[in-house]
T-cell receptor, first 114, second 110 residues
């Protein structure tokens, strides 16, 4: 079945450092791909998405490119802030399924220190 | 605009007790979902609904029940609580768009 694998955390960084969180997927066809972010005590919020190969999603300085050849959707940010401390989830929506029946990765906790 | 509202925020249950987790949304979304989040496991879909009167099982439905009598409300029922149901529960909704999540209910069964 469809699945998402993302790097384990926690990832600890200093402010202004470069962040990469790896995400790879297994799926039939070309699913839509998402990054969600969860701040402490809150629900998940959509960070960015990509719906077809080579699409680049971007938001709040974060970027991720849908790479069909490597089945990957790695999340990057050039200069992190303390406010970026959160748990980040990679997710896919199968090609033939409705919005919302997502397969999530296990989540990666990111801790940014001043 | 409140979005997706879940109550309660926290709850402790004894084994065998029952409870209902409430979820309501004010965005007129057709689709609603219940997920559970366990440490290191991501989110797993429990039940979902594509509209009032229609519900279906997700990946991990055992031990839970749902109903969808209105577009706005999608309660999740635990009939006989078990320690394995200790988790954080998230309700979400959508309308042909990515999900909007509530802030979650943290449930502990002891």
């Amino acid at each position: 079945g469809d699945s998402v694998t993302q790097m384990e955390g926690p990832v600890t960084l200093s402010e202004e450092a470069f962040l990469t969180i790896n995400c790879t997927y297994t799926a039939t066809g070309y699913p839509s791909l998402f990054w969600y972010v969860q701040y402490p005590g809150e629900g998940l919020q959509l960070l960015l998405k990509a719906t077809k190969a080579d699409d680049k999603g971007s938001n709040k300085g974060f970027e991720a490119t849908y790479r069909k050849e490597t089945t990957s959707f790695h999340l990057e940010k050039g200069s992190v802030q303390v406010s970026d401390s959160a748990v980040y989830f990679c997710a896919l929506m199968p090609l033939t399924d409705s919005w919302g029946k997502l397969q999530f990765g296990a989540g990666t906790q990111v801790v940014v220190t001043p | 605009n409140a979005g997706v509202t879940q109550t309660p925020k926290f709850r402790i249950l004894k084994i065998g007790q029952s409870m209902t987790l409430q979820c309501t949304q004010d965005m007129n979304h057709n689709y609603m979902y219940w997920y559970r989040q366990d440490p290191g496991m991501g989110l797993k879909l429990i039940y979902y609904s594509v509209g009032a009167g229609i519900t279906d099982k997700g990946e991990v439905p055992n031990g839970y029940n749902v109903s969808r009598s209105t577009t706005e409300d999608f309660p999740l029922r635990l009939e006989l609580a078990a320690p394995s149901q200790t988790s954080v529960y998230f309700c979400a909704s959508s309308l042909n768009s990515p999900l909007h999540f509530g802030n979650g209910t943290r449930l502990t069964v002891t």
